[in-house]
DNA sequence: GAGACAAGTAAACAATTGCTGACTTCACCG
DNA sequence: CGGTGAAGTCAGCAATTGTTTACTTGTCTC
């Protein structure tokens, strides 16, 4: 076996480590607001590690949005169109896993680098959307894609950052509903 | 006449000017990304009275969230559930204003009262949307309304915070249509 | 015009920021 | 077992942060 005993020195364990307080640390705090003190004391990690493996604040925060963008890439799966509304409804309600991940990539640095993955990522979700939409006139279909994202992130933006009620509390099932018709009149049939 | 010539020292000018530049930094660069220092720079004006005239670097933000919310319930007007999308795809479209002010509430710092006021022009947008509706049911029309208000939110992201084709450069007629729909599905009779 | 008070300035403060370099300690291999 | 390189520690750096304090300058009134 290779993980046998846990090694109080492991270069791959502390990465991870330090990888999961950063993206709590960035997605709750926004990047500027958050230190990378807070960041190493949150990890049990001593601070200098963090330029060790990513060499900067600014590179660790990359790191957390490109698995920022993988989970959200998974987390989508492929979806029918149909099942779209259900879906959104399940991670937005669930164990607040995706609403975190989206947080965290909206979240801006002035970093430029961080600003194409988040574009990248962003632009991806919404090709997926179109595609799930199967619709001719790809140009008008990827604009009403790009509204469920919208609507997407406003949700998680509401339900999370700021929490509004009745929609913060609001079940998958309140929010399948009317998740539906918005689907529906955006890319449904027709 | 009250305002003859411009006097070297009138306190609520700069007052003004320091609102002012304070609202395009916490919009553009968020909270704690701006320095009192970048915005008393932009302002022509010294740092200290920041503090003189604000209090505090917070006490400057609230102020300016205090303003975003005027300006956007003052934006919003009394339209008729038929009008609201043709209104925010031009208000998207137009001067920038309004998806400036909505970007800086959404802008956090951590500080409570901020988050207190934001909540309120958020919920009162919200309250607002569904009151055009004119529907009975108030718990599920609000939470339909603040669906809306999400589309609206990730919407002003998408074009301001972080662009994506082709919705960024979508004009008001291209949006006109299906934020129609959306509000149609959402809060549509029946 | 002189005095008085508000408006504006300059400098410095204590704290905090991201980051670095020299050091120590552990784990593994021959 | 011993040494060798990686993993982790420590202290401190230079820069920047928000804020305050003591000061100067403008402007209005009598």
Known sequence: MTTSTPRRRDAEETRRRLLEAARRRFSEDGYAATTVRDIADDAGVNVALINRYFASKEGLFEACLRHAGEELRRSAGDVPLAGIAGRIAEQMTGAAEVPAQLSLLLRTS??????EIRRAVLLSSAEKIAAAAGRPDSDRTLLRAELLLATTIGLALLRWTTP???LASAG???????????????LGAR
Chains 1, 2 share one sequence.
């Open 164 to 166: 509004i009620e009745p």
């Open 110 to 115: 002035g970093d430029e680098r961080a600003d």
């Open 172 to 186: 998958a099932d309140d929010l399948a509903e009317p998740l539906g018709d918005v689907v529906e009149a955006l």
